[in-house]
Every structure is written in C-alpha cells, then in structure tokens.
C-alpha cells in the first residue's frame, strides 16, 4: 500500500486521502470585496445622479448630460470620502498616520438619540459640497444652487451607515 493511501476496512477498498488544501482567499476573496465595493459605488453614483436629475427637473433647469455625469463623479467620490470619515470618527478608529483618533461612541453608553443625531454633521457637509459645486461647475444661482444641496444633503446622507449601526444587536 502506498503513503497516501488507506484501506477502508469494511470493504476492502483502496482510498486515496487528499492532503491538498485548496485556498479559498487571495485573489476570490479580493475580486468579491472589490465588487461588492464597485457595485456599491455605482448603485451610489446612479442614486445621486437620480436625485439630482429629479431637483434639476422641479427647479426646470436643464443641464448637458455631460455635465450632469462630471458633476456626480465629483459628489459621489466628495460623498464617499464625507461617508468613510463620518463612520470612522463616530463609531471606528481613524487612524491617519500616527495620528489615532478613537471612535466618539466608543465609551458612550446608550446613547442612540445622540447617535441619530450625527446624521446632521455629514448631511451639512454633503450640503455644502453640493451647494459649492452646483455653483462652481453647473453655474446655478445662489436659490437654486441651495435647493440642489439642500436636496441631496437630504436624501444622499449616509442613512444605511446610522441604521446599520444602531440596528446592531
């Protein structure tokens, strides 16, 4: 009989045992994450350009589609970047260098009326960027440039990030 082989006793058959160990990560598990990753920014890039779309068309300004698609580009990445920042100081670790900022809910008990209430900081700033670039690269007027940050401040704001957080167990 060989190494690699064993007799199964109860019928007297030859079975060869495997030792072969297949990996399950590397590059699987990177292609999953990068395009859960992908289609999270793409389902988010075609919300914001909806709900800018929808602002534009109740406000009847008409825009080139071309710049309507730099300008989500633009927000979405700003977006995202307000997005990460909110999560990892109010409930991760930021860390940026040797610089490490410990979450603000971190040692804070029950405190989800307080966390419900952080929404507003990145929905101020996603009003802002929205209110900037809609003045800087779609040339609105100063009304019409707040309505559109108003509105996607409102409706683009991190709303999963709260409930996924404050729906943990």
């Given at each position: 009989?060989?190494?690699?082989?064993?007799?199964?006793?109860?019928?007297?058959?030859?079975?060869?045992?495997?030792?072969?160990?297949?990996?399950?990560?590397?590059?699987?598990?990177?292609?999953?994450?990068?395009?859960?990753?992908?289609?999270g920014?793409?389902?988010?890039?075609?919300?914001?350009?909806?709900?800018?779309?929808?602002?534009?068309?109740?406000?009847?300004?008409?825009?080139?589609?071309?710049?309507?698609?730099?300008?989500?580009?633009?927000?979405?990445?700003?977006?995202?970047?307000?997005?990460?920042l909110?999560?990892?100081?109010?409930?991760?670790?930021?860390?940026?260098?040797?610089?490490?900022?410990?979450?603000?809910?971190?040692?804070?008990?029950?405190?989800?009326?307080?966390?419900?209430?952080?929404?507003?900081?990145?929905?101020?700033?996603?009003?802002i960027?929205?209110?900037?670039?809609?003045?800087?690269?779609?040339?609105?007027?100063?009304?019409?440039?707040?309505?559109?940050?108003?509105?996607?401040?409102?409706?683009?704001?991190?709303?999963?990030?709260?409930a996924?957080?404050?729906?943990?167990?």
């Amino acid at each position: 009989m060989h190494n690699n082989s064993t007799m199964d006793k109860q019928n007297g058959h030859n079975h060869k045992k495997s030792t072969v160990l297949y990996d399950a990560g590397g590059w699987f598990l990177m292609g999953m994450f990068f395009g859960v990753v992908f289609i999270g920014v793409v389902l988010d890039y075609f919300w914001n350009y909806l709900v800018l779309s929808l602002v534009l068309r109740w406000q009847h300004i008409i825009i080139t589609r071309k710049r309507k698609l730099v300008y989500i580009a633009i927000i979405t990445a700003l977006g995202l970047f307000i997005d990460w920042l909110y999560y990892e100081i109010a409930w991760g670790t930021l860390v940026i260098g040797s610089l490490k900022v410990p979450a603000i809910f971190q040692t804070i008990e029950n405190s989800s009326g307080l966390e419900l209430a952080t929404i507003l900081i990145p929905m101020l700033l996603i009003g802002i960027v929205n209110y900037l670039a809609s003045r800087l690269h779609l040339h609105l007027e100063m009304k019409s440039a707040l309505m559109v940050g108003v509105m996607m401040a409102v409706f683009t704001a991190p709303w999963l990030i709260l409930a996924f957080v404050l729906l943990q167990p």
